[in-house]
C-alpha cells in the first residue's frame, strides 16, 4: 500500500513572484525535469480547495511512488504559469514539490493525475 499521509504546509524558500518560483538548490526547474529522484524523505504535497462547499483538504505521497506517467505529468504542469480557475464550484488542485507549485483546475488534470488523487482521496486531512 503507498505510504500516502496528511500533511501540513511547508513555508520555507526565497520568495518569486506569483505563479513563478524559484528553485532550491538540489531541485531541477527546467521544463520536463522530472519530479522523483529526490531523496527518499522528498513527498509531493496536494492541496484540494473549492468546490460547492469551498473546503481545503491536504494529503501528501513519497515522490519514489509517482509511476513515471504521473511524473511526467507533474513535471509538464510545474512547467506551465499558474492559471486562474475557469468557474465557480470547483475543485483547484495544487501540487508542491519543495519549490515547485502549480495549481491546475479540475477540468484541465489528465486522466493520469486522476488516478494519483483518487489513491489520494483515503488521506486526505
Not at 513515471?68 to 513535471?75: G, K, R
Not at 514539490?97 to 483515503?122: C, F, K, N
Request: hydrophobic share 30%.
Amino acid at each position: 500500500m503507498p505510504d500516502v499521509t496528511a500533511s501540513s504546509e511547508q513555508g520555507d524558500g526565497p520568495v518569486a513572484p506569483r505563479g513563478h518560483r524559484q528553485p532550491r538548490s538540489g531541485h531541477r526547474h527546467d521544463h520536463g525535469a522530472p519530479v522523483s529522484g529526490g531523496t527518499g524523505r522528498d513527498r509531493l504535497r496536494v492541496e484540494r480547495s473549492g468546490g460547492f462547499g469551498g473546503l481545503t483538504l491536504r494529503a501528501s505521497v513519497p515522490v519514489h511512488e509517482l509511476s513515471p506517467e504521473e511524473d511526467a505529468a507533474l513535471a509538464e504542469f510545474f512547467a506551465r504559469p499558474t492559471s486562474a480557475p475557469a468557474g465557480p464550484d470547483r475543485f483547484v488542485y495544487r501540487f508542491r514539490l519543495g519549490d515547485r507549485e502549480a495549481t491546475v483546475q479540475e477540468d484541465r488534470l489528465p486522466p493520469v493525475l486522476l488516478s494519483l488523487l483518487s489513491r489520494l482521496s483515503r488521506s486526505w486531512s
